[in-house]
């Protein structure tokens, strides 16, 4: 089922999804009674939504089959069978059952002891349990080893789906309630009806549970002999199901829709906030330093009051008085004594044993179990279509910055640096009104160093982004790669030819080496690894800021010195260095940007707010408000005497 690509969409349009009837009946079903529901929230029993069920079972349910039944097409058929076989099970058990009751009364009624044939039904059931029991391992054992496959599978999709997507396309809230919805389908295998999830495999359940009331339907219709016997059955069966409905009925009296509305989504949205940030290290200091537990916990107490609905006025038993009486009422006790007429009525009639009365019963109360099981099962599965849609839709969704195939170009090398073309190039972040980047135009040779500065909010970060492919910008713009229109380079391509450091880098929870990707093979002439700090394989007590720094700058000098990486991207990259660390950065990135002979081979651009080191560059790009007021050299710069000359002397 590989995705078509989706039409070309220009930027912050509506976004296009392929098989885009999919994704709609999904996002259309997350709606009840106009309200949004919250990714993973049970969808309302309507006919729109049984349609939309329908719909997406329809798209959905023949690829994740086929999926299923590649991982063990013989283990997954032998599954099919054992179920249906172990439907029957419960009937045999009560068919040996009786023969044992009767053959016991038959020997206290006659007097005769010799108890050789009870002795032999009992070895025959202690038998059929233990055949029973094998089967059972066996049968469980084949489903693990399935159960555990699929999850690996489906588990391994949906984090191969999540790797590949791009930021703009997991800036849409949509396509994150997708992806959270595909999360809960995967969790879905971890075993049976897991923790009310249902999973295609659990469908296998429902064929048990059939064959276990045709079983049990059989054998009472075989018991059934005559009219006494058939208006005794009747009469079970109504008996047995009249005290279910009763109390589904009062059920449904006080069930509230369980969907949640938007109220409680966004509570929903703030307790979890709040508790990631009483539960999270990184906010610790700030959280004591700043007294902001009090505010933390009367937030979340909020929050969890409306999600538990403890703010809302509930309806006592006392306002409706005959609401109270029946719930006094215990109708339910009555009505399972009336299940014990039958019993007497069954035992007058002289064609009855006391065996065929406990198989009858047995199965009465089988059949009745089972059907409600039905009902459980079916309610899930109704629910786990949504959620199969989810996944469905998930795989099929592409990474918005990747361009169809009929525009993709090869990127164009160069071999002396990246080139770098910007035409208005403007940027607003998703919920935001003002544009972070306007009009943003200048051009940069291959092989040249931009230093990009400017005041705290000024654009720097989000132009980094943008030369790095990381966020799409306006339609109205231009980005030219190598001559090249930047939208026709498959981003994963573009990413190889780039190595960055960013404002906000990883601190990656590995070692050293993990972090740096140090591959001592691959370490170059420069030795950039030489900015990783030394510190053990598992440093007991953390890095330092400025250790961490080091590591970032050394993971991105790793990559630099790859022939293929054409563009060097520093997001003030020596922000918490000294200033022996800072100089040897720059004395690196001179180094790794040149052939061996001298030759510059790759473009540099670095952010940063010490305008001291803004002077060893090429170019300097001076940003306000969004977009870059000047370019030029230093000393062009200086002598215009602008924003820039007047930044410079205040930092001087
Ligand atoms: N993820 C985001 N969502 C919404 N707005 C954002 C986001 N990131 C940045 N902005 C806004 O975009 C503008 C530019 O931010 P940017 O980080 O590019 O500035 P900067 O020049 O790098 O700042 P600094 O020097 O402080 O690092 C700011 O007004 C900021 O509030």
């Not at 059934?224 to 058939?230: A, G, I, K, Q, V």
């Not at 537990?293 to 409706?320: E, M, Q, S, V, Y």
């Not at 991207?569 to 260095?577: C, I, K, Q, V």
């Amino acid at each position: 089922m590989r995705p078509t690509h989706p039409p070309r969409r220009a930027a912050n349009d509506e976004p296009q999804h392929p098989q885009a009837p999919l994704y709609h009946a999904w996002l259309a079903s997350r709606l009840a009674k106009g309200v949004p529901l919250t990714p993973g929230a049970q969808r309302p029993v309507s006919r729109a939504h049984v349609e939309l069920a329908v719909a997406i079972a329809r798209r959905s349910c023949r690829s994740v089959l086929a999926l299923l039944c590649q991982l063990h097409p013989w283990r997954l058929t032998a599954m099919v069978a054992m179920d249906l076989f172990r439907g029957v099970f419960p009937a045999f058990r009560g068919y040996s059952q009786a023969l044992i009751i009767n053959e016991l009364q038959t020997v206290i009624s006659s007097g005769n002891f010799l108890c050789e044939r009870l002795f032999r039904l009992i070895a025959t059931e202690l038998l059929r349990v233990a055949l029973e029991s094998c089967f059972d391992s066996f049968a469980t054992a084949n489903e693990d080893i399935i159960q555990s496959s699929a999850r690996f599978v489906m588990e391994y999709r949906q984090m191969e789906q999540r790797v590949r997507m791009d930021g703009p396309t997991l800036a849409d809230p949509n396509i994150r309630d997708l992806f959270h919805e595909s999360d809960l389908f995967v969790r879905s295998f971890n075993g049976t009806a897991n923790f009310g999830l249902f999973s295609p495999l659990d469908l296998l359940r429902i064929l048990t549970l059939v064959s276990e009331t045709a079983s049990h339907i059989l054998i009472l219709w075989t018991m059934t002999s005559n009219r006494t016997h058939l208006s005794l059955l009747t009469f079970s069966i109504i008996s047995y199901i009249l005290p279910l409905l009763i109390s589904w009925w009062n059920k449904n009296t006080e069930y509230v829709d369980d969907y949640q509305d938007v109220k409680t989504a966004r509570a929903t949205a703030k307790q979890n906030k709040m508790r990631g940030m009483a539960q999270s290290d990184a906010y610790r200091a700030e959280v004591i330093l700043f007294g902001l537990g009090p505010w933390i916990l009367d937030n979340w107490a909020k929050a969890r009051k409306t999600t538990l609905g403890l703010d809302r006025r509930r309806p006592f038993a006392d306002d409706h008085p005959l609401g109270s009486l029946l719930s006094n009422i215990n109708t339910t006790g009555i009505l399972i004594a009336l299940q014990n007429i039958p019993v007497v009525l069954a035992m007058q009639s002289s064609s009855t044993t006391l065996g065929s009365f406990t198989l009858y019963r047995s199965s009465v109360e089988s059949i009745v179990f089972s059907a409600r099981q039905l009902v459980q099962l079916l309610r899930m599965a109704y629910q786990g279509v949504f959620l199969m849609g989810a996944f469905c839709a998930a795989m099929e969704v592409e990474p918005r910055l990747q361009p169809s195939k009929e525009a993709l170009v090869p990127y164009p090398r160069s071999g002396k640096g990246m080139s770098l073309e910007l035409r208005n190039v403007s940027y607003t972040y998703p919920g935001s009104r003002e544009p972070a980047l306007k009009n943003v135009s200048f051009s940069l040779a291959a092989g040249e160093t931009l230093a990009i500065v400017g005041l705290n909010g000024s654009g720097k970060s989000t132009l980094a982004h943008v030369l790095l492919r990381l966020l799409e910008f306006d339609a109205a713009g231009s980005l030219r790669v190598n001559g090249a229109d930047v939208r026709s380079l498959a981003p994963a391509e573009l990413h190889a030819r780039c190595t960055a450091v960013f404002q906000g880098f990883a601190r990656l929870d590995a070692s050293v080496r993990e972090n740096t990707r140090l591959d001592a093979a691959g370490a170059g002439p420069h030795h950039p690894d030489a900015f990783a700090p030394a510190c053990p394989r598992n440093p007991p007590h953390g890095l330092s800021g400025g250790e961490w720094q080091r590591i970032a700058v050394s993971r991105a000098f790793m990559r630099a010195q790859r022939p293929e990486v054409e563009l060097i991207l520093l997001d003030e990259p020596t922000a918490s260095l000294d200033a022996h660390a800072q100089n040897r950065v720059f004395e690196t990135v001179d180094a790794v940007s040149r052939t061996a002979d001298g030759q510059r081979a790759k473009t540099v651009v670095f952010i940063t707010h010490r305008l001291a080191t803004a002077r060893r560059a090429d170019k300097i790009a001076m940003m306000h408000h969004g977009t870059v007021v000047e370019f030029g050299t230093h000393e062009e710069l200086l002598a215009r005497g602008g924003s820039y000359a007047s930044l410079y002397n205040a930092s001087i």
